[in-house]
T-cell receptor, first 116, second 120 residues
Framework: AQTVTQSQPEMSVQEAETVTLSCTYDTSESDYYLFWYKQPPSRQMILVIRQEAYKQQNATENRFSVNFQKAAKSFSLKISDSQLGDAAMYFCAYVYSGAGSYQLTFGKGTKLSVIP | GAVVSQHPSRVICKSGTSVKIECRSLDFQATTMFWYRQFPKQSLMLMATSNEGSKATYEQGVEKDKFLINHASLTLSTLTVTSAHPEDSSFYIC????????????????FGSGTRLTVV
């Protein structure tokens, strides 16, 4: 069974600084997708970034980028120039991209605080 | 972009009554709907997966007779909490997968805004 581990329950960062959230996963599959979702206090799940396992290039979305290490099964999220609006719960998620139920497997989350 | 409308956003009900939560895909066809439960400061816990026109598949430990899921059309799925009790109080979130799957930027997952259920 696939598992996703986020080892940092809480993190904090100074406004305008950079922070990295960790995520590791376990799977025997070679084709899959990885995601980072943000859940602000409103509790709406917002997609931050997505990475296809077959792509070697790390995904980037504006201030958000990932460090995808397929062999190490690691998928960290880097937030640059942190803003107050980045404060939220962040969930790492995995889904197998082959035929099947397409269920997302979530990590337990990391609560990010941004200090003004 | 793809939108899932989830209603109600908040509901308070008396113990023993039933509550229905609706999730509608507004501009796409939701082949599959996932229903999650989230306790405070915890991750999303998958309760069940439903495919349009089929019976839902429930995760281990989830009472199918208590949490009734209907996915009768490609745009509507409902979760009914029957004979609700205070321990059913939680945050419920739906997530829809577009029939086109990979064609959607986020690989076809769109989340509703959630329903906070309080049973008194």
């Amino acid at each position: 069974a696939q598992t996703v581990t986020q080892s940092q329950p809480e993190m904090s960062v100074q406004e305008a600084e950079t922070v990295t959230l960790s995520c590791t996963y376990d799977t025997s599959e070679s084709d899959y997708y990885l995601f980072w979702y943000k859940q602000p206090p409103s509790r709406q799940m917002i997609l931050v970034i997505r990475q296809e396992a077959y792509k070697q290039q790390n995904a980037t979305e504006n201030r958000f980028s990932v460090n995808f290490q397929k062999a190490a099964k690691s998928f960290s999220l880097k937030i640059s120039d942190s803003q107050l609006g980045d404060a939220a719960m962040y969930f790492c998620a995995y889904v197998y991209s082959g035929a099947g139920s397409y269920q997302l497997t979530f990590g337990k989350g990391t609560k990010l605080s941004v200090i003004p | 972009g793809a939108v899932v409308s989830q209603h109600p956003s908040r509901v308070i009900c008396k113990s023993g009554t039933s509550v229905k939560i609706e999730c509608r895909s507004l501009d796409f066809q939701a082949t599959t709907m996932f229903w999650y439960r989230q306790f405070p400061k915890q991750s999303l816990m998958l309760m069940a997966t439903s495919n349009e026109g089929s019976k839902a598949t429930y995760e281990q430990g989830v009472e199918k007779d208590k949490f009734l899921i209907n996915h009768a059309s490609l745009t509507l799925s409902t979760l009914t909490v029957t004979s609700a009790h205070p321990e059913d109080s939680s945050f419920y979130i739906c997530s829809a997968r577009d029939v086109r799957g990979r064609a959607i930027t986020n690989y076809g997952y769109t989340f509703g805004s959630g329903t906070r259920l309080t049973v008194v």
